[in-house]
């Protein structure tokens, strides 16, 4: 119900390919309920899900589909995934974790669990695995497909290739961007890695982890959340939300007794003192010349990457 274009564009795609169903809800429930819905409605084995701004590369559901095939266990199939902000390739996580194949939950929840760099566009999901994992929490927002992968790694093994799969389109009009993070509260923080942690209780109940793998996979999210809930509030400052930098530092301190030294700091450096403003003005610059560091830095390694992306972009166009 989003009141663009959008039933033309579907039309056209329909004319040509009768396996095109489009739904439209009577008012516009946004993105991450509309991905819940359209998980609900999935009735094959598998399932991709696919922004309209992102794409997948030629071999993709070849390769997914044929590894989740010859091996029934894995929950999901995780692809390269490259990061391209119109100009370069800017990011190839798959690329530095050494690992490929089959791979067991605790290896693939230690790779995904940073966060960074990760969605869910070049995966291909076991629909059996996302239900028995409790499915989407849209509630979660913009997070909820890094924690959606994050269950699903908790519990089921996955298959890892490091082939470019998909890839996804940074652009300020992005939902993650459109509020400067905003959404991404502290508290919608601790909800997704509390989820996370039930996800880990659930998987030793059932059998799927031992409580050695548990106990280590415990201290990762614990320290996890610290970690990112300390970036989150100078990220915040340098965006110059002071207010959302204390408040993460409140539930730093409250969560964790431990972290009362890192919320110390982050209260000094949102202060309106003299000492705050200096430090506010500081992460704004450092904000800036990481930008322009990144838009001008080489791009040599990525070459082969963009060569493909401007390649099958092309191809793409009407």
């Known amino acids: 119900a989003s009141g663009d274009e959008t039933p033309e564009v579907v039309a056209q795609f329909a004319a040509r390919d009768p396996r095109v169903k489009y739904h439209v809800h009577p008012r516009n429930i946004g993105m991450m309920e509309n991905f819940a819905y359209g998980i609900a409605q999935v009735d094959t084995p598998y399932f991709n899900i696919l922004s309209d701004d992102d794409f997948l590369l030629p071999g993709f559901f070849d390769a997914a589909i044929g590894s989740l095939t010859a091996d029934p266990e894995p929950g999901f199939f995780f692809g390269g995934l490259l990061f391209f902000d119109g100009a370069k390739a800017v990011a190839a996580p798959v690329e530095?974790?050494?690992?490929?194949?089959?791979?067991?939950?605790?290896?693939?929840?230690?790779?995904l669990f940073p966060g960074s760099w990760i969605t869910w566009t070049s995966s291909l999901f076991r629909t059996a695995a996302v239900a028995a994992a409790g499915g989407l929490r849209p509630e979660l927002g913009y997070g909820a497909d890094v924690e959606l992968l994050l269950r699903l790694a908790v519990r089921n093994a996955a298959i890892v290739s490091r082939k470019p799969c998909g890839v996804v389109n940074l652009h300020h009009g992005s939902a993650s961007a459109a509020d400067g993070g905003q959404q991404y509260s502290a508290a919608r923080i601790l909800t997704i890695f509390e989820s996370i942690e039930n996800a880990v209780e659930l998987a030793v109940r059932e059998g799927s982890i031992t409580q050695e793998e548990a106990r280590s996979l415990r201290t990762i999210i614990r320290n996890g959340i610290e970690w990112r809930l300390f970036r989150r509030a100078f990220v915040l400052l340098a965006q110059g939300y002071r207010n959302s930098a204390m408040e993460t530092a409140e539930t730093l301190e409250g969560r964790y007794g431990s972290a009362r030294l890192a919320a110390a700091i982050v209260r000094v450096a949102a202060n309106t003192n003299y000492v705050g403003r200096l430090t506010c003005a500081g992460l704004r610059s450092l904000r800036r010349a990481r930008e322009t560091l990144r838009r001008h830095a080489p791009t040599d390694r990525y070459r082969e990457y963009e060569t493909l992306i401007e390649r099958v972009r092309n191809d793409l166009e009407p």
């Open 96 to 111: 530095g974790w050494n690992i490929e194949g089959r791979v067991e939950p605790s290896t693939i929840f230690r790779a």
